[in-house]
């Protein structure tokens, strides 16, 4: 059966069979802008984390994380971060536990999740340069509460898959109905997307750009059937009142790097 690329953001294997109830999943979104010259080193720096998140992830302390490195030509030309790491966390009270864990417990994780598979010089550059904030010439995050997701059948994660990463006003109070109950299940009865969800901005740095309230991260299904729609008077009007109720404020077009699922 052929396999499917899907989006890394988000879902352990575990969590999507055991039907999880994905409004509790947090994810915690980092736009970063790099400082200049330094993508090559910059991937292989987050490929270091890579092992570290594996471990996270198999010891129950994380769902997953994503690296996703985002087109220049995204958002007409104007994308506002060269890549996006996503940390996903089954409930609040997972994310706010590794949020609040010390530098030392830091340095002890990276060194067990390293031990016997990386040279100690190389474990040292890597945790100086994370000390030292390298790489990052701009940090902005986001705090992400999922109201609704879904996956297509046999999706899995894997490097080069395409995704859109979409920030969303909302406009009127019907506007996340319209998303779950309108959009959702024409994007996934169409086969047109691989990957959806819809989430609510529940925090953010100080330097995050202000009025979206929402965000959309779905992944393109470039195999999607032509389907001809023929809507009645009221789906019409479902649909011209649906993208009423929001705003998009730009897109960013990002391919996977780096994943633990």
């Known amino acids: 059966m052929k396999k499917y690329i899907l989006l890394t953001l988000l879902f352990s294997a575990f969590t999507f069979l055991n039907a999880q109830d994905w409004s509790n999943v947090y994810r915690q979104v980092e736009e970063v802008t790099l400082n200049e010259g ?8 987050e490929g270091f ?27 007409e030309n104007k994308p506002w971060a060269d890549y996006l790491i996503l940390n996903i966390y089954a409930n609040k009270q ?12 830091w340095e002890n ?15 040292k550059k890597y945790t100086q340069e994370t000390m030292n904030n390298k ?76 009025p ?5 991260f779905e992944i393109p299904n470039p195999e999607a059937p032509e389907v001809e729609w023929n809507p009645t008077f009221a789906e019409e009007m479902a649909v011209k009142y649906g993208i009423a109720s929001r705003k998009f404020h730009g897109t960013l077009n990002t391919e996977l790097v780096h994943f633990a699922w």
Do not use: C
């Not at 979206?212 to 959309?216: A, D, P, S, Y």
């Open 38 to 45: 330094l993508e090559k080193d910059y991937e292989k720096f």
């Open 212 to 216: 979206v309230t929402h965000t959309i």
């Open 109 to 123: 994780e990276i060194k067990t999740a390293h031990k016997g598979k990386t040279k100690r010089s190389i474990v």
């Open 49 to 75: 984390w890579k092992t570290v998140k594996e471990k996270q992830k198999k010891d129950g302390k994380i769902m997953g994380w994503f690296v996703w490195k985002v087109d220049p030509k995204s958002n």
């Open 135 to 210: 790489y990052r010439k701009k940090s902005v995050t986001y705090t992400n509460k999922g109201l609704h997701a879904f996956i297509a059948e046999n999706a899995v994660p894997e490097a080069g898959t395409k995704a859109d990463y979409i920030g969303i006003e909302q406009l009127n109070d019907d506007y996340v109905d319209f998303e779950i109950k309108l959009f959702a299940p024409y994007h996934q009865q169409s086969k047109s997307r691989l990957y959806w969800e819809l989430n609510e901005i529940v925090d953010r740095s100080d330097n995050a750009y202000k």
């Open 94 to 105: 997972q994310m706010d536990d590794m949020n609040s864990k010390s530098v030392e417990w």
